[in-house]
């Protein structure tokens, strides 16, 4: 029911009274599907926005008058912004001039050119809009986009709402550094980065003509004596042999493949190796198959006596390589 | 004469250089040669000597279970 204007002596019909009084508990709605500007008319009924997109309501001074009060509401899927046009509208400090779907407010007129909007829009409209999204908050909600698939959440003060989605960090995978084929007679893997725990190479069906040996050396050391220790059976032994007392650094033969059709797998691991302290130990693990066709297994172990970060790594043949690859992995 | 090849791979920069020794590389690798034929003709030696002697356990009538016992 619009606002009525009585005068003085004026009987009320039992008509008037029951609007009066349905007034109380029924409002008249005004639905409006566009942008619209409040006006007086509007007292004493609810102006309800139903629109698809998103919309405004406009509060200008000099319409309603000091304890006014205005109903307002969104039904629409756009948001409608209560806008302070000529008036000021302010707001509950946590409140928010946009309606969303559902959302109401009551407006109230302090004087003629101010009025406050009680909104249960409170903190803000929900902002998050998309499959995934989170709820974030710096001064006001905002919304987190959703990461891309295998991100996770991470806190970084210096983004605007204190996190961010980041790929993480390969803690604990292993990164393939480099495939090399085995040629001539000494391959090396040079400039390793030191941003790894360890380093893991795979060697695959290596095989030299005629002597099936490798010698594995760091830096090009071939100077520092080393130590290296065997078990295994007595044909790994044979597979495996030492060298007691040369002066290669890592001073251990390893027989390898017996023809360049065989098969074999040696895993040799290097953890710690880019310190700078202390000696480097390195763990040989594999099966080589022997010219009979049997398999060897091993497991080999040895140490470089220099406390320099390893970033070479030499194989060492007697003869030419002549079949075989190595991986070399970092492990995070 | 040729010397040997060896190939070095950057893994950082993925260049890959294959190249004869120069003459440094060539001694090293010499000695390792070195060392290996000498290990190979120890361990060659040290062979022998057991089937030597294995067999000269057989010639004095020991039968193979009694010289694994041994």
Known sequence: MALQTFTTGQVLTAAQVSALQANDYNQTVSTKTANYVLTIADLGSRVFMNAAGATTITVNTGIFAAGDTLWLGNIGAGACVVTAGTATVSKFSTASLTLSQYQGAFLYFVSTGVAILYSDAAGASFPVTTKGDLFGYDTA????????????????????????????????????????????????LS????????????????????????????????????????????????????????????????????????????????????????????????????????????????????????????????????????????VS | MTKPMIKIHNVETDEIIEREMNAQEYAEHLQLVQEYQAQTAEAEAKSAARASALAKLAALGLTETEIAAL
């Open chain 1, 141 to 188: 909600a905002a919304r987190i986009p959703v990461g891309t698939n295998n991100q996770v959440l991470t806190a970084d003060s210096a983004q605007a709402l204190g996190v961010k989605w980041a790929t993480p960090s390969s803690g604990g995978g292993m990164t393939l550094i480099s495939t090399t084929s085995f040629t001539g007679t000494v391959l090396t």
């Open chain 1, 191 to 330: 400039s390793i980065a030191g941003t790894y725990k360890e380093l893991r190479l795979y060697i695959k069906g290596l095989y030299a003509a005629n002597t099936n040996t490798l010698n594995v050396t760091f830096n090009g050391d071939l100077t520092n004596p080393g130590y290296a220790s065997l078990t295994g059976s007595d044909a790994m032994n044979r597979a495996f042999s030492l060298s007691g007392s040369g002066n290669s650094s890592m001073n251990t033969w390893t027989y390898l493949n017996t023809s360049a059709n065989s098969d074999s797998f040696l895993v040799l691991t290097i953890p710690n190796y880019s310190n700078t302290t202390t000696m480097k130990f390195m763990n040989a693990t594999g099966a080589v198959e022997t010219s009979s066709g049997s398999y060897t297994l091993g497991t080999w172990t040895g140490f470089w006596n220099n406390t320099s970060a390893i970033t070479s790594i030499e194989f060492r043949g007697i003869g030419t390589f002549t079949a075989g690859s190595v991986e070399l992995y970092g």
